[in-house]
């Protein structure tokens, strides 16, 4: 049973930084794929950020130069840096992980977390 555990989530303002953690349970070098999806209410979920097992990633445009993802696979931990946020940003963000080798592709992920939620004050 795999378990995934996000932290770090808060209410920061517009312009703030904040560092979402997502811990796993056993190793996370199985996963070849792992990332954060996030979703505001009322709108869809959306992929912001994933990275391979080797290094590569994929972030969506909106957040391009403002969050860094990235994966520490001897602490069995993924990270999320988010900086510059943005009232837009606020929503509950979601890691997940999974043997797939699409990084954008939703159907590479296996597992999800329960998210933390991000709120960004204007």
């Known amino acids: 049973q795999v378990q995934l555990v996000e932290s770090g989530g808060g209410l920061v303002q517009a312009g703030g930084s904040l560092r979402l953690s997502c811990a796993a349970s056993?190793?996370?070098?199985?996963?070849?794929?792992m990332g954060w999806y996030r979703q505001a209410p009322g709108k869809e979920r959306e992929l912001v950020a994933a990275i391979s097992r080797g290094g590569s990633t994929y972030g969506t445009d909106s957040v391009k130069g403002r969050f860094t993802i990235s994966r520490d696979n001897a602490k069995n931990t993924l990270y999320l840096q988010l900086n510059s946020l943005k009232p837009e940003d606020t929503a509950m963000y979601y890691c997940?992980?999974?043997?797939?080798?699409?990084?954008?592709?939703?159907?590479?992920?296996?597992?999800w977390g329960q998210g933390t939620q991000v709120t960004v004050s204007s």
């Open positions: 056993g190793s996370i070098f199985r996963f070849n794929a």
């Open positions: 997940v992980a999974g043997p797939g080798w699409q990084l954008y592709n939703a159907a590479s992920y296996d597992y």
